[in-house]
């Protein structure tokens, strides 16, 4: 069984829309993270959440919102969705914080914008 | 800020060959971490093999080995007896110690194994 779910799979979308992507990980682990890939920038680090605290944000855009409801949730909202936003979004997690700390990936929610 | 950079796009091997995938980094940190990741064709990324920037000793996971030349800023992945289940894009990553970053990853690598 997949101890990292995303839901969904798959998700398409109308350009200006919004959608939340879901992510919830089984491992008990205490850091969540968001990557990004495309085919102009693969694996694009996006958030990274510890203990439901915001650590790490390379993402510019507003429009991406991090939702963490229970430590191990971090769900991630897009507003005004964009052809440009069609990616795979993973959500990833570590035992921890530290930065020895492994990746462990989910299956990845493909958005098209249309 | 962490930079990682891989250069080859692709390679082609045919198995049971040894392949080495390279990778390069940027970092004002004294003290790291590097990745190697694995995303085979379903999608699925695997944490592979990790190397500590203060460890002088090559990391070996079975037939996964790394080439760490700190001076140079280079770790590279060594695959031995490729086998065709191998083929994969190979993805670098880095972390810092002294930054509260999160691991940032090169393009990655596709690699080839063909009978």
């Known amino acids: 069984d997949p101890k990292i779910i995303q839901k969904p799979k798959y998700l398409v979308a109308v350009t200006g829309s919004e959608k939340i992507l879901i992510c919830e990980q089984y491992?008990?682990?205490?850091?969540m993270y968001w990557y990004r890939q495309s085919a102009k920038k693969p694996l694009e680090f996006m958030f990274s959440?510890?203990?439901?605290?915001?650590?790490d944000n390379q993402t510019a855009s507003s429009r991406f919102q991090p939702q963490s409801s229970k430590k191990n949730h971090l769900d991630l909202q897009i507003t005004a969705l964009k052809p440009d936003d069609s990616a795979t979004y993973f959500c990833?997690?570590?035992?921890?914080?530290?930065?020895?700390?492994?990746?462990?990936f989910g299956a990845g929610t493909r958005l098209s914008v249309l | 800020a962490q930079k990682v950079t891989q250069t080859q796009t692709s390679i082609s091997v045919v198995e049971k060959t040894t392949v080495t995938m390279d990778c390069v980094y940027e970092?004002?940190?004294?003290?790291?971490?590097l990745f190697w990741y694995k995303q085979t064709a379903s999608g699925e990324i695997v944490f592979l093999i990790r190397?500590?920037?203060?460890?002088?000793e090559n990391a070996t996971v079975g037939h996964y080995s790394l080439n760490f030349q700190k001076p140079k800023s280079s770790i590279g992945l060594i695959i031995t007896a490729t086998q065709i289940e191998d083929s994969a894009v190979y993805f670098c990553?880095?972390?810092?110690?002294?930054?509260?970053?999160?691991?940032?990853f090169g393009a990655g690598t596709k690699l080839s194994v063909k009978p």
């Open positions: 959440y510890s203990y439901q605290k915001l650590m």
């Open positions: 491992l008990g682990h205490n850091a």
């Open positions: 990833a997690s570590s035992q921890d914080w530290g930065e020895e700390n492994t990746l462990y």
């Open positions: 190397q500590d920037s203060y460890k002088k």
């Open positions: 970092t004002r940190d004294s003290s790291y971490f």
């Open positions: 990553a880095m972390r810092e110690r002294n930054n509260n970053n999160a691991p940032r």
